[in-house]
């Protein structure tokens, strides 16, 4: 797939697919739709090359200009709706040259580059041969010396298309995350089948070469045992699985899951297939066993919030790394670190990636591993720690006692997160305790010892099994430091939303009355409000914006027969717009209030005007998200009866409310992994500090470093004192001070055709924005 954009003065913007071999993902026309739109609003001129390399090569009707309305209704749709074909012509010299003449022909001197390695290497390689394929159309006659002047340089800047998250330098390529919701959602299918039944499951998944989405959805779905290229199971695994499956069925089981990648491999290189799994299962434990083979499913259906999102950044990034381009600027990446779109030297990267494979076939497996990023290294080693369950004899000598509750509103991963640390606590050697109901069960004596079997299949499950209520401690602080005192408990963690924040300030600054506070606590943030500060994302944020993004994709369906009709959604999140801006941002909004933005009546008569002008277009649906709290005056009926009457004539409107349907439902792969991934951190640091503070047979911890909330802070997990983090927290409305996902509002703003100033910070991220009431000649010239 191409996408080509010629920008004014020369600057040109294309899209590329991948060169040995064109493979489709979820997520790619949020992409192309991205560097089109972004292109047009900086003045450019926007060209689709359909059918791949081969169409660059073909030219012709091949390259076509675009339009803002050409990508309109796209992100929803997997795949891409511009072709896309494999073409061995490009790689050769004759085809790359028939390729830059048509790219000259058009004056087209910049791509952006859709693709895995292939894709990449072969951008890089055209833009090596630039010159001298220049050379030679002006030898032939083909080109004259003014075009050869006017293009003399080609820049390329790439983005990672890959379901298999294959390629090294950015956490998450485009497409992976919409593939892992593929794969969960049979494995939920699954998995009440193989229950009823007592089977045992065989699942294989994609990864030729990289076990990625095996790892991640075993860890989302609590496999028994995984096969996956990097890690190769030691000389003897048939016993050893054979033996744990036999051990989870004596223990009450009634299901095993085994999940295969496609490319897995024994410790001699020898492939193991998922026939071979289940007529190994069959033959020694003679359980009921069925092999499932997801295939290309895994490719198809609608992308996910996350790629949307991750889409959007890095095509809007891409075209603004091309404005930025020099002609000594070599060809660059944009990939995901952390929660950061950065950019990184392609060639550097597609090195790496390289090297993977080659660590794989010299059988250096922890290189391999190595080379992947801190990612996949911290996927592993999460796997490792909660599939290592041993015989209480062998467990470490521990006598601490570790409390877990949850706290809020429920959020889809809680119980991914009290799984992982459950388990992690025992293999710790600790002794793990369950408080039901949060603070207020707390202090009221519901605290029980929660054992390994006893948080078996809870990562798929909603809400919050444990329990959680909104209640704060204060005012039964002497209550619950009798309850620590009976119990013995030693270290505290809380999974849950702002009141598990405040609950921990106040446990905290009791200390000085109540001894028995003087122990670790650490906090692990789960709401879908997303509103803790210290942390960029929560457990459940990602659930609740599938679960939005689902419902605007089928309420703009319900209008595919309706012209003229515009929605007014109402978000949950208090007082914090994250949920509306990014949930607008993944399904295409045309405008989000907030209560961090401020709007006036004059900004209502803005976005009127914008969607009356764009009914007038072949776009005839508009898409309007309010957060709840944005404002208590213009109400969501208020907003929707001034779009009613302001639109009479033009369109008609409808408003939905979707209120807690936004907590419910499975938990999403992200937020599955997430919270395994982040309990399993947080036990590790209450064992640690446990370690320290342990003096004279009692634990005493009372420092601000022992009462700690564990975030994502942009490129790493951090662990940081709820005592300095007084300071980032408005208390009033319950949000951080400064909030990272306010620097998205510029991109949904572009992408819905405002014209707005920018500035571009050092690192290329858009930022202070001010949105620009547009005239009536602005629209014309737009559409």
């Known amino acids: 797939m191409f996408l080509i954009c010629s920008v004014l003065l020369n600057q040109i913007f294309p899209s590329v697919d991948q060169l040995p071999l064109i493979f489709l993902f979820p997520g790619m026309n949020g992409a192309v739709r991205a560097v089109v739109r972004m292109g047009i609003y900086v003045g450019a001129k926007v060209y689709f ?66 693709g895995g390695d292939g894709s990449l290497t072969g951008a890089n390689l055209f833009k090596e041969e630039w010159s001298g394929l220049l050379n030679e159309l002006l030898e032939q006659g083909l080109i004259d010396e003014e075009a050869v002047r006017r293009n003399s340089v080609l820049h390329i800047v790439g983005m990672v298309g890959s379901i298999d998250n294959d390629f090294c330098g950015t956490d998450m390529t485009i497409g992976t995350d919409s593939a892992l919701h593929r794969i969960i959602e049979v494995v939920d299918a699954i998995m009440t089948t193989a229950q009823s039944h007592q089977r045992t499951f065989v699942l294989e998944v994609m990864g030729r070469h990289c076990g990625y989405l095996a790892l991640v959805s075993a ?26 499956l036999s051990e989870n069925r004596s223990r009450g089981s009634r299901l095993n899951i085994i999940i295969v990648a496609e490319g897995a491999i024994d410790s001699q290189g020898q492939h193991i297939s998922s026939d071979f799994v289940k007529n190994l299962v069959v033959g020694r434990l003679g359980l009921d066993t069925r ?88 996927n592993l080693s999460t796997y490792r720690l909660l599939a290592s369950r041993k015989a209480d004899s062998e467990l470490p000598n521990s006598s601490f006692n570790v409390a877990v509750l949850n706290v809020g509103a429920p959020a889809a991963g809680m119980n991914a997160a009290v799984r992982s640390a459950v388990r992690v606590g025992i293999t710790e050697g600790h002794k793990m305790f369950a408080v039901n109901d949060g603070f207020e069960g707390f202090h009221k004596g519901q605290i029980k010892e929660i054992k390994w079997g006893d948080v078996g299949g809870w990562t798929g499950q909603g809400g919050s099994l444990l329990g959680t209520k909104r209640t704060l401690p204060g005012k039964h602080l002497d209550k619950i430091a009798e309850q620590m005192r009976i119990h013995n408990i030693n270290a505290l963690l809380v999974i849950g939303g702002f009141e598990a924040y405040m609950g921990l300030l106040e446990l905290s600054s009791a200390r000085d009355k109540y001894s028995e506070f003087c122990v670790p606590m650490v906090m692990i943030p789960a709401t879908v409000s997303n509103n803790i500060p210290g942390s960029d994302l929560s457990i459940g944020s990602d659930t609740a914006l599938n679960a939005i993004t689902d419902t605007c994709d089928r309420i703009k369906q319900s209008a595919s027969g309706t012209k003229r009709r515009v929605f007014i959604i109402e978000t949950m999140g208090g007082y914090c717009g994250y949920l509306a801006t990014v949930g607008g941002l993944a399904a295409g909004a045309d405008a989000v209030y907030i209560f961090e933005e401020p709007f006036d009546i004059r900004d209502l008569q803005t976005n009127v005007e914008h969607l009356t002008h764009k009914m007038k277009t072949s776009i005839q649906r508009g898409l309007v998200l309010r957060n709840e709290n944005c404002n208590e005056n213009f109400t969501t009926d208020f907003i929707y009866q001034l779009y009613s009457e302001e639109g009479r004539g033009v369109f008609d409107c409808r408003k939905n409310i979707l209120g807690h349907m936004q907590q419910g439902g499975a938990p999403s792969p992200f937020d599955r992994n997430f919270g395994t991934k982040v309990a399993a951190k947080a036990i590790q640091w209450i064992t640690r500090m446990l370690k320290e503070s342990y003096k004279g047979g009692i634990v005493f911890a009372n420092s601000e470093e022992s009462v700690c909330l564990l975030g994502m802070r942009r490129r790493a997990m951090v662990f940081q004192p709820l005592a300095q983090l007084q300071g980032e927290t408005d208390f009033v409305h319950r949000i951080p001070k400064d909030q990272w996902w306010l620097k998205l509002r510029p991109v949904m703003k572009i992408l819905a055709k405002y014209k707005i100033d920018y500035d571009v910070s050092e690192s290329g991220q858009l930022e202070h924005v001010t949105q620009v009431r547009p005239k009536e000649s602005d629209f014309s010239a737009c559409i």
């Not at 169409?55 to 997997?78: R, Y």
């Not at 074909?85 to 003449?101: I, M, N, Q, S, V």
Request: charged residues 25%; contains cysteine.
């Open 291 to 378: 092999v499932t083979i997801l295939g290309h499913v895994q490719r198809g259906g609608t992308p996910s919030a996350f790629d949307r999102i991750l889409a959007s950044r890095m095509g809007v990034e891409a075209v603004v790394a091309l404005l930025e381009a020099s002609a000594d600027t070599p060809a660059c990446v944009v990939s995901l670190v952390g929660n950061e779109a950065v950019r990184l030297p392609l060639m550097e990267c597609v090195q790496i990636t390289q090297e993977v494979q080659k660590a794989m076939d010299e059988k250096n497996f922890d290189e391999a591993v190595r080379l992947r990023g801190r990612s996949f290294e911290h």
């Open 219 to 244: 860890l989302a779905c609590g496999a028994d045992w995984v096969f996956f290229p990097e890690m190769p199971p030691e000389d003897g695994w048939e016993d050893n699985m054979c033996q744990k």
């Open 49 to 114: 090359i359909h059918e791949g390399y081969q169409g660059m090569v073909d030219g012709g009707d091949n390259i076509k200009e675009a339009t803002w309305e050409s990508v309109s209704s796209m992100l929803q749709v997997g795949g891409t709706v511009i072709g896309s074909a494999r073409c061995k012509e490009f790689r050769t010299h004759e085809g790359r040259l028939k390729a830059a003449h048509n790219l000259v022909q058009r004056g087209i001197t910049n791509l952006c580059v859709i």
